[in-house]
Structure formats: structure tokens, C-alpha cells
């Protein structure tokens, strides 16, 4: 593989000192690109666009080509797991994600077994390592996953849900069987994120958008505990290199100690927390991730400028902080303004470090 020519995200990731803060964007291949929607054209639909490696590598690097940002992020979805495992994914325009099949019962659980990466989802595999190639060292490639309650939750609601109904009532009723849905789910990204670090990935995020809506107690035992079990199972070190492991719970500012106890590197915010306030909490034990509104893009880039600058300062001073936004991307953003974004991060960051 190429040598790195940009390495201050993995550095910052492993609190290494770094001369300015990395920033990338989560989503940062998608809708308000211009060009992401002419090869999502090409390809016909977004999961014919995921299963293509080459069409996956052109928009996972168009980003990197309008902005200076200090990582790439595989072109995929979250819930290829679910898919592998039979339960037919599909996207309802206007509705989101979809399944023909969902898990609703005992017997549903039961019928599912771990995924086999290289057998069962080749082609994320394949478009990692198209991705890393095409990149040559330009920045690093993140891998990454659903976390294990996430998954469940779409595939025992069949899509995104509001009042999380199905699922909820499913981990209090029998939380037997929802243990062992998380555990065959656990066991998957596992092998899912293995695969992709053997494949060129060189960090792995965990998204766990859902985990914000569980109770203190709820999230300890159905979602914190799984995404331990996936960090305690991941790859660390790979080619000679240190692979970084990032989680981010949306909502999850509460839990943040309880999260850096995972043995994580780092773990990403939203914007419902303080930044300087996180810091605090975990200190050196773990860096941080995020966290701008993503809604300050549809502002003015003085606004977006001055809440970059005002995200730096809650920070404060050395290493330890990827700028990110606290979710990912809308798709209404005027690219323009991701620019500021970007420009300003870097511009205004330098000052922080050294």
C-alpha cells in the first residue's frame, strides 16, 4: 500500500500531536453534490451505486477533490448487514430504508445467522480496496458499521420509526431475545469491520444513531454493551499500523465516561454537547469527534466561520479533536458553504496546536 501522505486524522484519533485540527464530514459523499447526483444517476439507485466498486470510489473521493478535508469515508450503507443476512433492503423515495423482511418473533431471531464478509458482502469489500488504491496515501480510508442496536432497530421496526414501538417493546418484553439478535449482530460487525481494515481501511467508525433513545439503563445493556463486545473484537493494529476506532452514539452526551471505558480512541459528539464539556469529562482517555449543528451550513460563511472559530475555542488548545459536524451532511446545503466550512477549520485551527 502507498505511503500516507496526510496522516493528522489517524494522529489526532491517537492523540498524537498534530499541526492543525483534521476535519471531514460525515455523509460528506452525497445529495448536495452535484456530481454524487449524476453517478447516482449513472448508477440507476443507491444501492446499485453501493454495489458498484468503481461508481462507490468515484463519489467516496469527489468530496476530497472540492475540499481540503483530511479523510475519505467508504461509500456504503448501514445496513448492508441486514441485507446480507437476507431481509431484502430496499429504498422507498421519500420513505427512507426498507425491508421485505422483518424480525418480529423468537423464531425470526433464530433464523439468522452471522454474516460471512467475504462471502456475503463482497462488494463493500471490493470498493474498499478500489478506494484505497485510487486514493495512492492522498488521506486516510475510514471503514465502518451500524451499531448492533441501530441494526436491530430497522429491522424489527422494517424501516426508520418515530416511536421505536416494535423494537422497544420487543427488549422489554423478551430482552432474551433481543440479546440474542444483538449478539448475532454484534458477532457480524465483527467480521464486518475485520474484513474491511484487511481490505484497506485505515480507522472504522460505529454509528449508533438509535442509541440516544434508549434509557440509562436500556442503553448500558442493549447498545453500550455490544459496541464493547465489537471494540474488544476489532483489529488494532494492521500493516504495521495503529487502526483507530471511533464511536458515536447520537444523543449519547451522557454516557460519554461509560464510553470511553469501551477502549474506543475516540469518540464522536453531536451538537447537544459541549465540546470543552466533553473534554473535561474524558480527558486524555480518549479523542473527540464533531461537532458542529449541520443546520449552521444553511447559514451565512461569516456564521458558519465564527462557529467554527467559537468549536475550536470550547476545545481549546493540542491535539486530541477531529472537527467534524454533529451528524451527517443535509442534503439541501449549498456545497459553497461546506466549503466555508472546510476553509475555515483549516485556516482558523492552526493556531490551537504547536
Given amino acids: 500500500m502507498s505511503e500516507l501522505k496526510n496522516d493528522r486524522f489517524l494522529k489526532a484519533l491517537l492523540r498524537q500531536p498534530v499541526d492543525r ?17 449524476a453517478t447516482r444517476a449513472q448508477a440507476g439507485d443507491f444501492m446499485s451505486l453501493c454495489k458498484n466498486p ?9 468530496p476530497l477533490d472540492r475540499y481540503p478535508l483530511d479523510a475519505a469515508i467508504l461509500f456504503s450503507d448501514i445496513l448492508t448487514i441486514p441485507d446480507a443476512m437476507g431481509l431484502g ?36 469489500l471490493k470498493a474498499v480496496s478500489t478506494i484505497r488504491r485510487e486514493l495512492n496515501g492522498r488521506v486516510p ?33 423478551t430482552p432474551e431475545v433481543m440479546h ?34 434508549l434509557s440509562d439503563v436500556a442503553y448500558r445493556e442493549f447498545s453500550l454493551k455490544y459496541m464493547q463486545q465489537i471494540v474488544a473484537g476489532l483489529i ?11 464511536l458515536f452514539t447520537k444523543g449519547g452526551g451522557q454516557w460519554l465516561e461509560a464510553m470511553a471505558d469501551t477502549g474506543a480512541d475516540a469518540l464522536g459528539i453531536d451538537w447537544t454537547t459541549d465540546l470543552g464539556n466533553a473534554r ?11 461537532n ?36 451527517g451532511i443535509h442534503q439541501f446545503v449549498d456545497p459553497e458553504h461546506a466549503k466555508a466550512f472546510v476553509e475555515a477549520v483549516t485556516e482558523l485551527s492552526p493556531s490551537y496546536h504547536g
Fill in 280 to 290: 473535561s469529562r474524558v480527558g486524555n482517555r480518549v479523542a473527540l469527534q464533531g
Fill in 141 to 173: 480510508l475510514i471503514g465502518f458499521s451500524g451499531s448492533p442496536w441501530t441494526l436491530a432497530t430497522y429491522m424489527v421496526e422494517g424501516g426508520s420509526s418515530k416511536d421505536f414501538r416494535h423494537v422497544k417493546a420487543m427488549m422489554y418484553d
Fill in 180 to 213: 440474542q439478535l444483538l449478539d448475532t449482530l454484534a458477532k457480524s460487525v465483527i467480521d464486518y469491520l475485520n474484513a474491511q481494515i484487511k481490505a484497506g481501511a485505515q480507522a472504522v467508525q460505529i454509528f449508533d444513531t438509535w442509541g440516544g433513545n
Fill in 54 to 62: 468503481e461508481l462507490a470510489c468515484e463519489v467516496t473521493i469527489q
Fill in 89 to 124: 433492503l430496499y429504498f422507498e423515495t421519500g420513505e427512507g430504508p426498507r425491508f421485505n423482511k422483518i424480525i418480529r418473533t423468537e423464531a425470526d431471531v433464530q433464523s439468522l445467522s452471522v454474516v460471512n464478509t467475504e462471502a456475503d458482502l463482497d462488494y463493500v
Fill in 292 to 327: 458542529m449543528d449541520p443546520s449552521v451550513l444553511y447559514a451565512s460563511p461569516a456564521t458558519i466561520r465564527a462557529e467554527v472559530k467559537r468549536i475550536l475555542d470550547s476545545y481549546g488548545n493540542g491535539t486530541g479533536h477531529v472537527f467534524n459536524l454533529g451528524h
Fill in 236 to 246: 488494532r493494529e494492521y500493516d504495521g499500523q495503529q487502526i483507530p476506532v471511533i
Fill in 21 to 37: 485540527t483534521p476535519v471531514w464530514m460525515m455523509r460528506q459523499a452525497g445529495r448536495y453534490l452535484p456530481e454524487y447526483r
